[in-house]
């Protein structure tokens, strides 16, 4: 069954540093999605993305946050200037019609120090 | 602000009992939840999902049901295995298709 893989799994950043966190959505889905979700919280909703630009973002997603889809299989978030409270799991999620299912990835876990 | 949340953080149950996890939510102009099971790891998993013209939907060992009166949404594991184990997230589809995650259950079934 096709799904969503991130990479890496486990990213150590120090504050300040940039990162990109990598998602592989299931290859015929057109939506996309990044989440993110502190240790014992909710998960909580970052940015929808469709037709090579955001349709969507809350009010967590500022200006430090970039998504892209550098080509036709990667979709990517950028965090310009990680801060101590960016430590998260980060799930990319994607589905294939606007009202459809979303299928999430196993998480990438970004520890800021 | 309106918000999709938990009734009780915590479930145990005995393996082969039926399980019920409840959610309330707030915003009446919602029409569609989803129900997720996250393990311990992983991300979330879609277990089952309903539209607010339902009140009821069945799936494999799993009934979730909507009452739009008192905006309480509920899922029902029957014969809960140990494999059930995991928590449990009540999410309302948003405006934008953003999915908005209740705060979870953890449900633990003991052998």
Partial sequence: EPEVTQTPSHQVTQMGQEVILRCVPISNHLYFYWYRQILGQKVEFLVSFYNNEISEKSEIFDDQFSVERPDGSNFTLKIRSTKLEDSAMYFCASSEMGQGQQYFGPGTRLTVT | ?111
């Fill in chain 2, 1 to 111: 602000g309106e918000s999709v949340g938990l009734h009780l953080p915590t479930l145990s149950v005995q393996e082969g009992d039926n399980s019920i996890i409840n959610c309330a939510y707030s915003n009446s102009a919602s029409d569609y939840f989803i129900w997720y099971k996250q393990e311990s790891g992983k991300g979330p998993q879609f277990i089952i999902d309903i539209r607010s013209n339902m009140d009821k939907r069945q799936g494999q060992r799993v009934t979730v049901l909507l009452n739009k009166t008192v905006k309480h949404l509920s899922l029902q594991i029957a014969a809960t295995q140990p494999g059930d184990s995991a928590v449990y997230f009540c999410a309302e589809k948003g405006a934008n298709n953003d999915m908005r995650f209740g705060a979870g259950t953890r449900l633990t079934v003991k052998p």
